[in-house]
């Protein structure tokens, strides 16, 4: 475990602007050369680290949002190779740009910030290592200084100002440093104080860093109807621009940030009070280089004001750097229906945009908030796209934290920064299905993609508390119908400016996810071992809720209380009723779905199972129609509308090109792509037989008229392929199965097989799809 020294800085006065802290350090002579060099770095705030003249790393606002009232991350840099050239005995420097981040700015849409601290500050333990193992330190301290720099504003939400005429390279190098002046912003020097932390714990950092990850160029300049200037990057992702310009001193050039246009204008209307504007003021010299790094945002387009010259210039000058945690890619899928691969393509692109730091709900907004019922719902589909093991292990960390100074409840968001800037709409905060049983379902779904038990062995507490603060909120009949739900939020029929009134009934929606989460922490209770009094309690708890379910929702008739789809599917898929039962529920969800002409009817809490449900009860063909839809509301028709992305309404774009009127509309949510998790499974044909993959199910399902699909999977144990095509009324599948790994192969038609590591090419009758 790390010890460091250092402590946590800021400058004694405002700088009015995003402070430099600098220090002038000597290296040791008289031990020979520097060997090794590593610098540790942390914030309250953001920060950038430069040693000898250069950034440290390309990594971006580090040290990332954790729960920063318990524990603050601290970043390790190998540095060795900026001090090799510094002689012993000669002058370096090491400074700190510290941005305000999510610990210092403005949070959430209530319009607060400065949640976590009242002033930015910056750690930096730098470690330099010698030929004859003499160690030196560079800490911050009082003896650092700071400088007024020339950002001079910054904010998560409403963008980035820099001005080159404030730009002085001194700081970087030794000696004399320097800080210009230009109208109404003074350059400033100060000392600095110690910011005590209180009783924060400093974590070493486990997670992929956020950086950039794609330059994208500009694939339209043009002139709107009111003489805007508009640039459209082809893709709607998280990041930036990176601008050079040039022209006469103290002009500013001004971009506005949005994911889509409305009336052949910048549509704003969606970013609520985010003003997603970065100013940038040039210098007069020959050429300015401007690209900001203390924020983000989710966009399209941008509207550029104050260019000085042409549009054939603002094309080649810009570019967007897309950014965010940079996990390993892990799954693939492809088909034969176009359509599905660009909705694919834009769950991707969705995940990469909002695996920022946190799973957030979306990017864009006065809001980009690690929603729990988001992740709860996508976590399956991320985890086989991407590795995201210790992503999401870090941030259940923090589940765990909130839940300890909660009473036990899991809150809406994680980090919980709806506790100081509390959503009125969500009435009295308390544990709610979906959401809070992300603490449930996410280190479970952690365990069946990876196949180890440490996140459920760190988690089962956390797990646990969930399941007691649920039973102790259970109605006398045992449901969970006495707390704020959510239940089947955003429910197409729903109004837009009410989200929550869904068909479904939120009691029934509750009170099936509390059973599945209380089978899940009984099977993990029983796993681990150790925990039998646990595994009992929660097996009753299940039964409990399933008698009530039973006495109260389940009709006579096999019907389900408010006979909507979403009921029906929980009940299916997370297995509450009999199997005579659940075979009544199928029938009966294919009827309704049938009845809704195969377009979408369900919410948040129950699109990620639908086509499960439907697959399990023998309704392959109707899934098939529902994933196909392309029209609203449908998983396909945002495609249609030239989505690139997915969004968080079926409708956030309507079909005449307006923006649904809603407030809360976002053109980048990935919750509503978790049914990609079912196209991996059944469209692909993969899946796990037991967690981490030890052994996989090769069981492609063909249907929808596609001829052709294929998904592939780097799993702990090795690559994993499935291949499919339809020819000449043959099923033709090529496995891929690494050595040590056994694979079951299901096929229409065909006996099971089990097959050993290789490459194997299977045939089987085929039957004919529906189209």
């Not at 040039?246 to 409305?262: D, F, K, N, R």
């Not at 809070?436 to 459920?456: E, H, K, R």
């Not at 199965?737 to 290789?758: C, K, M, N, S």
Request: charged letters at 20%.
């Amino acid at each position: 475990m790390t010890t460091w020294t250092a402590q946590f800085i800021a400058a004694d006065t405002d700088l009015d602007s995003a402070p430099i802290l600098r220090r002038e350090f000597t290296i040791d002579d008289g031990h020979g050369a520097v060997t090794a060099a590593t610098l540790d770095l942390s914030a309250l705030g953001v920060v950038e680290g430069w040693l000898g003249g250069q950034r440290v790393s390309d990594h971006l606002l580090e040290p990332g949002w954790t729960s920063y009232e318990w524990r603050i991350r601290v970043v390790s840099h190998d540095v060795t190779s900026h001090l090799v050239g510094t002689a012993p005995g000669e002058a370096a420097v090491l400074a700190l740009v510290v941005g305000n981040g999510w610990a210092a700015g403005r949070l959430a849409w209530g319009g607060g910030g400065g949640w976590y601290t009242d002033e930015r500050a910056g750690f930096a333990e730098l470690r330099i290592v010698f030929e004859d193992g003499h160690e030196q330190r560079v800490v911050t301290d009082t003896d650092w200084q700071a400088l007024s720099s020339a950002i001079t504003a910054d904010q998560l939400y409403d963008g980035e100002d820099i001005d080159a005429r404030l730009r002085d390279g001194s700081f970087l190098t030794p000696g004399e440093v320097t800080t210009p002046s230009v109208d109404g912003h003074e350059g400033r020097t100060s000392t600095v104080h110690t910011v005590d932390i209180g009783e924060r714990e400093l974590v070493a950092d486990t997670v992929p860093p956020v950086r950039p990850l794609a330059e994208i160029a500009p694939v339209e300049v043009w002139t709107s109807p009111s003489g805007a200037t508009l640039i459209d990057f082809g893709v709607n992702l998280v990041g930036w621009l990176r601008v050079t310009a040039s022209g006469p001193a103290g002009t500013v050039v001004t971009l506005q940030h949005a994911e889509v246009l409305e009336h052949d204008e910048l549509g704003t209307r969606p970013l609520r009070t985010a003003k997603a504007t970065d100013r940038f003021t040039l210098s007069g010299g020959e050429e300015d280089r401007f690209e900001p790094r203390f924020t983000f945002h989710g966009f399209r387009y941008a509207q550029v004001d104050g260019w000085p010259g042409t549009l054939d210039e603002l094309r080649t000058a810009v570019t967007a750097v897309q950014v965010g945690s940079d996990l390993t890619r892990t799954g693939t899928f492809e088909s034969s229906h176009e359509l599905l691969n660009t909705f694919h393509d834009n769950v991707i692109r969705g995940m990469q945009g909002n695996f920022l730091s946190v799973p957030t709900d979306c990017p864009q907004r006065d809001e980009r908030l690690g929603w729990t019922g988001d992740i709860a719902a996508f976590a399956p589909t991320a985890s086989y796209l991407f590795d995201t093991r210790t992503f999401l292990a870090d941030w259940l960390r923090d589940v765990w934290l909130e839940q300890q100074h909660a009473d036990g409840i899991i809150p809406f968001v994680v980090p919980d920064v709806l506790k100081y800037s509390p959503a009125e709409d969500f009435g009295k905060p308390d544990a709610t299905a979906v959401w809070s049983d992300a603490g449930v379902w996410v280190p479970w779904t952690l365990y069946q993609a990876y196949g180890d038990t440490a996140v459920l062995e760190e988690q089962f507490d956390s797990m646990a508390a969930h399941l007691r603060r649920i039973r102790d909120h259970l109605s006398p009949e045992d449901l969970w119908d006495t707390v704020f739900q959510f239940g089947d939020w955003l429910d197409p029929d729903a109004p837009p400016e009410a989200p929550a009134d869904a068909k479904a009934d939120k009691g029934v929606v509750a009170t099936i996810c509390a059973y599945r989460s209380a089978t899940i922490v009984a099977d993990a209770a029983e796993l681990l071992g150790g925990h039998e009094a646990e595994a009992t309690e929660f097996r009753e708890l299940a039964s409990r809720l399933q008698a009530g379910f039973r006495t109260h929702y389940l009709q006579d008739d096999g019907r389900i209380l408010s006979d909507a789809t979403t009921v029906y599917t929980l009940a299916i898929v997370f297995g509450i009723l009999s199997e005579q039962e659940q075979a009544a529920a199928g029938d009966r969800l294919a009827e309704l779905v049938e009845a809704s002409g195969y377009r979408i009817s369900t919410g948040f809490a129950g699109t990620p199972f639908i086509t499960d449900a439907l697959t399990q009860t023998g309704h392959l063909d109707d899934a098939y129609q529902l994933l196909l839809q392309t029209e609203c509301p449908s998983w396909l028709y945002p495609v249609t509308m030239g989505a690139t992305t997915v969004w968080e309404r079926w409708d956030s774009m309507l079909p005449d090109g307006t923006i649904n009127p809603g407030e809360m509309t976002s053109f980048n949510h990935y919750a509503l792509g978790a049914v990609a998790d079912w196209m991996h499974r059944v469209v692909g044909g993969l899946s796990a037989l037991s967690p981490g993959y030890e052994s996989v199910l090769i069981a492609p399902q063909p249907g929808g008229g596609l001829t052709w699909a294929s998904t592939s999977l780097d799993t702990v144990h090795g690559h994993v392929a499935v291949r499919w095509e339809l020819v000449d009324g043959e099923l033709r599948v090529r496995a891929t199965v690494p050595e040590g790994v056994t694979a079951v192969v299901r096929l229409p038609g065909a006996a099971e097989q089990r097959l050993g590591g290789g490459t194997h090419e299977l045939r089987a009758p085929a039957a004919v799809p529906a189209a």
